[in-house]
């Protein structure tokens, strides 16, 4: 007979979001999702806050992978205002980003290790964020919400000494991201709990909206950095994570590779930077129109959708956000699993309910 | 498939139901509210069946709220906008769920937020704001105002 | 009929002396007892079992060990995991944790549920602290001449005692999983139930195999067996099988699935808050100082060894077994429920029943071989 469990917010390992399980003995047959406990209403936020003022909310909207999301904003700020960011501006803003991106990466590989129990990982993979936190530190000023990408370009340049530190913190990481490979994703009892675990089709993929390293674990070869380049993305080079199974593991696995791919491009970017302004002159106000742009942030793929009237704030701004889009494939796929399966599910696809709820 | 010869098909399908068409990135498809399931079928059919986003705006001095579906296309990553005006009073629309399943939590969304209605849809209920919120209150409109300390 | 009217009996008075103590008059069962309470031999019992119970293996080393072995798991954890552990508490580096985690437990406020069984909520915890000092009192230590050994109870069939008694473990869980009233404990509850039942065949199977190469169910003798080879040589598979389900049956990792924080947080023992908690986890920790001794005396060779006091073997040999449960919980993911059993029932027990045959062939072929 169905019990109806929640495995809900006041609990150890559940984060923000609510699940209500009917559970049968061991097995779930059916969930439903209680999300809205972090909801602030950024959308209806937009429409009261000059479009700079703006930058440091939307920074919220998904506080482990800050500066993606200010980028997303920025790209489409920019794109209504028909405004091109110059060079410099451009290769420091994918710094800031994939910087920002091996930081929620790793947060999630730590968030999905301590699933397992093994909370070794966790602390180890915290541990090597700190030092990327260093790093966002020392070039924008703040560890977590950055508030460093604006529309019109970056708010400050290199400091000194930050691509010393910064090489020597990536040839560290290089190395150290083979121990993690070889301590959780080598390791018999953490593939036991992860392999055929929670298994998404082509298919499915593509019809339910999943986006971002979810998607590319079941086969499917697209990444906004690429196939819709934006800031510098264009002119770096780096390989695209696909693989085909579309379980939990390969899930965890692409966002493993991705941190190795992130730290080529920081290097390729640091390499690369041309000389010249950061920051460009942005209208005062946004003009009338509408426009549709999206970035790839950690979790997914982040379409923002604004539309302007006229005045320096927006008439309506629709964060259409990764998590949001990856919940529907988390309902599809918790049917019929056993309840040990349910936090591993959840965490290999690395929603967090911030960006659900907005 | 180019996006020229999609709209080509769209006008011969749905004739003068096809109000709007054009632009590249996104390609711009409006239609009236009743034809909006045929063309949703018709993108599906050429391709587009990854759906981005389901957005609502209010504009209340045309009176009219405008629904927008965002889907694409994986093969040549080409993103097409569904647009849908509906009228301010009695906003409603058949639900697309059954051409995109991934829209199912956008229009619970938009529903709450917009007090649109999607016809069909089997779980229209509260899904960001809390569970005592008034009834026929919808945030994201125009006329509903934040306190002046916002 | 009627019963005899009981006399008082002539006694010896205790100190030489004085007149014989005026004693209360019982029926027949009871004066034999009253009488026994009278005599030198009880003070001599009295003192005996005093400075067992109070000592060794008694409060004050169930005291000692659980702060060493609450200090020692904890930095040991910590430095797996890069970081320092305990830090502040006690003169090296956080020694007396226990003690501060204790009297911060004292001044917590005990919850009982609303609608909990509390006649059931309040014994479980008093029972489990029971049911794993009882271990304790079974086991013999080491020699004191004469063939006798400093043990509370020593019995013939002492293993076979202690290994009955862990059955009762599941009983006291599902108690205090029920009657805390809550879903998530009645299903850890029947987690835990199913995890230790399942584990009980190849603990029970991989004992036997020492039994037989002993020739007996007593510690004592199995441990005296060991004094020219110990039994993890002939042994090893049982070794082994025993040390994994020991770890299932005290419930650490990663066998700990129905105390996983992941799911069910923290499985039967949820409601429970303040000393209540406290003597949860302590019996936790009671119950590694059991293991540790039951494989010593089982496969180490208990006491035996060259130089030491017998005690000091011991408690060496006890240590670093403790030391290997404490690192199972850095080093290895927990294993879900239903593939913790599968292990228990499908790989286990054919291990444990291969170590059965050869301990077999080994006790023929040394009651062949001339002695």
Not at chain 3, 117 to 134: D, E, F, N
Not at chain 3, 138 to 151: K, N, Q
Not at chain 3, 292 to 320: D, E, N, Q, R, Y
Request: hydrophobic share 45%; net charge neutral.
């Amino acid at each position: 007979m169905p019990v109806r469990v929640a495995w809900g917010i006041q609990h150890p390992m559940s984060g923000h979001l609510t699940l209500y399980l009917d559970v049968d003995g061991d097995y779930v047959i059916n969930t439903e999702p209680d999300v809205g406990y972090t909801h602030r209403g950024l959308e209806k936020t937009a429409e009261y806050r000059h479009f700079i003022q703006f930058v440091p909310i939307i920074e919220r909207a998904c506080n482990f992978d800050a500066s993606n999301f200010a980028l997303g904003y920025a790209r489409a700020v920019e794109a209504l205002m028909g405004v091109e960011v110059p060079e410099r501006a451009k290769y420091l803003r994918v710094i800031a980003a994939e910087l920002s991106r091996i930081m929620s990466h790793l947060y999630a590989q730590a968030l999905l290790s301590m699933t397992g129990g093994f909370e070794t990982m966790t602390v180890w993979s915290a541990n090597d964020r700190e030092l990327i936190l260093d790093l966002l530190e020392m070039l924008t000023g703040a560890r977590v919400t950055h508030t460093y990408i604006v529309p019109g370009g970056v708010r400050a340049d290199l400091p000194e000494g930050f691509k010393g530190r910064s090489e020597e913190v990536l040839s560290y990481l290089e190395r150290r991201i083979w121990d993690y490979y070889k301590m959780l994703f080598q390791n018999k009892t953490f593939q036991d709990r992860t392999m055929g675990v929670g298994v998404l089709s082509r298919e499915e993929a593509i019809e339910l909206g999943v986006t971002g390293p979810n998607l590319r674990a079941s086969g499917v070869d697209f990444d906004t950095r690429r196939d819709d380049p934006y800031a510098a993305y264009d002119k770096l080079d780096f390989n695209v994570v696909v693989f085909k199974e579309g379980d939990s593991y390969t899930r965890a696995l692409v966002r493993f590779y991705e941190i190795a791919e992130s730290i080529k491009i920081i290097r390729q970017a640091l390499k690369d930077l041309p000389e010249g302004p950061v920051k460009c002159k942005v209208p005062p106000a946004l003009p009338k129109g509408e426009v549709y742009t999206r970035v790839e942030t950690g979790r997914g793929e982040l379409g923002i959708y604004l539309v302007g009237a006229g005045g320096n704030r927006p008439y309506r701004l629709k964060i259409s956000a990764p998590s949001f889009r990856n919940l529907m494939g988390l309902i599809h796929l918790c049917r019929d699993v056993p309840m040990g399966d349910i936090p591993v599910i959840y965490y290999s696809f690395d929603i967090l309910l911030l960006d659900v709820d907005r | 498939m180019e996006l020229g010869r999609l709209i080509e098909e769209a006008r011969a399908k749905l004739g003068s139901d096809l109000l709007e068409a054009g632009g590249v990135k996104p390609l711009l498809l409006r239609v009236k509210p009743e034809r909006v399931v045929e063309a949703a079928s018709l993108l599906k059919q050429r391709g587009f069946n990854h759906p981005l986003s389901v957005t609502g705006v209010d504009y209340p001095e045309r009176k009219e709220i405008e629904v927008i579906y965002h889907v694409s296309r994986l093969e040549d990553k080409a993103v097409v906008a569904l647009k849908v005006a509906l009228s301010r009073d009695k906003p409603s629309l058949p639900s697309l769920r059954g051409v995109w399943p991934g829209v199912h939590l956008h229009e619970r969304e938009t529903w709450e937020m917009l007090g649109v209605r999607f016809e069909g849809h089997p779980e229209l209920k509260r899904f960001l704001l809390q569970d005592d919120w008034e009834e026929g209150v919808y945030p994201l409109r125009r006329d509903y105002k934040l306190k002046p300390e916002v | 009929m009627s019963l005899p009217i009981p006399t008082p009996s002539p006694l010896e008075p205790l100190i030489p002396g004085l007149p014989p103590l005026p004693l209360p008059v019982l029926p027949p069962p009871l004066n034999k007892l009253v009488e026994f309470i009278a005599t030198p031999d009880f003070i001599k019992l009295a003192v005996d079992l005093g400075l067992k119970l109070l000592l060794f293996p008694g409060l004050t080393f169930i005291m000692l060990y659980a702060m060493l072995a609450v200090w020692a798991e904890r930095k040991l954890h910590a430095r797996i995991h890069l970081r320092i552990g305990p830090y502040h508490v006690g003169p090296i580096l956080g020694l007396f944790q226990l003690v501060a985690d204790g009297i911060k437990l004292l001044g917590k406020e005990i919850i009982t549920p609303k609608e909990a069984h509390k006649l059931g909520y309040h014994l479980a915890p008093l029972l489990i602290m029971v049911l794993s000092m009882t271990f304790l009192a079974f086991i013999p230590y080491f020699p004191i001449g004469e063939g006798r050994y400093w043990t509370i109870y020593y019995t013939e069939y002492s293993l076979l005692v202690i290994l009955a008694l862990t059955s009762l473990k599941p009983f006291i869980m599902i108690l205090a999983g029920w009657a805390s009233n809550n879903k998530y404990t009645t299903m850890g509850a029947m987690r835990a139930a199913f995890q230790l039942l399942a584990y009980e065949v190849p603990l029970m199977l991989s004992a036997a195999s020492v039994v037989m190469l002993a020739g007996s169910f007593d510690l004592a003798k199995i441990a005296e067996a060991q004094a020219g080879m110990w039994y993890i040589v002939p042994c090893f598979l049982g070794f082994i099988v025993f040390f994994v389900a020991t770890m299932a049956e005290i419930c650490r990792r990663p066998l700990d699935i129905i105390t996983a924080e992941q799911e069910i947080v923290f499985g039967p023992w949820t409601e429970y808050t303040g000393m209540e908690y406290g003597l949860i986890m302590m019996a936790e920790y009671v119950d590694v100082a059991v293991a540790s001794f039951l494989v010593t005396m089982l496969f180490l060779g208990g006491w035996h060894g060259p130089g030491l006091h017998p005690l000091a073997w011991v408690l060496i040999k006890m240590g670093v077994m403790s030391v290997f449960f404490m690192i199972g919980r850095s080093v290895w993911p927990r294993l879900r429920i239903d593939q913790l059993l599968d292990a228990g029932w499908r790989k286990l027990i054919p291990v444990s029943l291969i170590q059965v045959v050869i301990a077999l062939l080994l006790v023929q072929a040394l009651k062949v071989m001339p002695a």
